[in-house]
């Protein structure tokens, strides 16, 4: 089912239901920069872009499980190529934070740096996949563009090494991303099963 056509099955118009939720997905960023400007606080853009960004992408991966768990959910579907581009905005924000508090010889470094090297690779995959995520690459590539965006698994968990390489305390980084890990196991094994006929 394409988005578009769990848009009309959801009964509301398009256009306005998407613009109101890319103003829900805006909010945490509207929250930061009121936090700055507005209350004067002293909100680090660089982590909480990155941790909105990471927890954007768990919920646009978890779709497809829950389809498979619980049928269609239209609503959801229908936004979830909007969560998986905001999850890159803010990544982009992330990455834009950080190169402006660091010098040149710094970012050469980061390149054979294993905590951030796969940050870089992860950065680039999800470039492809938000350039190719409108209504018109997915006519032009056809069945094509479900393989291209299976890259999304592999980026998913170089961001979990970033993450978890980066952060003090790496525990909340397995709670978080624990739940996509059951339900991605879960689906393995039922894909396993159905072509095994049981």
């Known amino acids: 089912m394409t988005d578009k056509n769990a848009s009309e099955q959801a009964g509301k118009n398009p256009n306005t239901s998407i613009y109101v939720f890319w103003l829900v997905l805006a909010l945490p960023l509207i929250g930061l920069l009121a936090n700055k400007y507005i209350l004067h606080g002293k909100p680090n853009f ?10 954007l992408l768990i919920v646009s991966m978890l779709v497809t499980p829950l389809k498979l768990m619980f049928g269609p959910l239209p609503w959801l579907q229908t936004r979830r190529r909007h969560i998986g581009v905001a999850a890159f905005f803010y990544a982009l924000a992330h990455l834009a934070f950080w190169l402006k508090e660091v010098n040149m010889p710094d970012i050469l ?6 905590e951030i090297l796969p940050g870089w690779i992860a950065m680039a995959i999800f470039t492809i996949l938000a350039i190719t995520s409108t209504d018109g690459w997915v006519r032009k590539l056809g069945t094509g563009w479900k393989t291209l965006h ?4 592999p980026a998913a968990a170089l961001t979990f090494i970033h993450w978890a390489m980066t952060r003090p305390n790496a ?28």
């Open 150 to 153: 299976y890259w999304v698994y």
């Open 109 to 114: 470094r980061s390149f054979v740096r294993l």
């Open 171 to 198: 525990i909340s980084v397995y709670v978080y991303f624990a739940p996509l890990l059951v339900l991605s196991v879960w689906r393995i094994l039922r894909y396993r099963r159905r072509m095994r006929g049981i």
């Open 46 to 55: 660089f982590i909480w872009t990155g941790e909105i960004s990471t927890w």
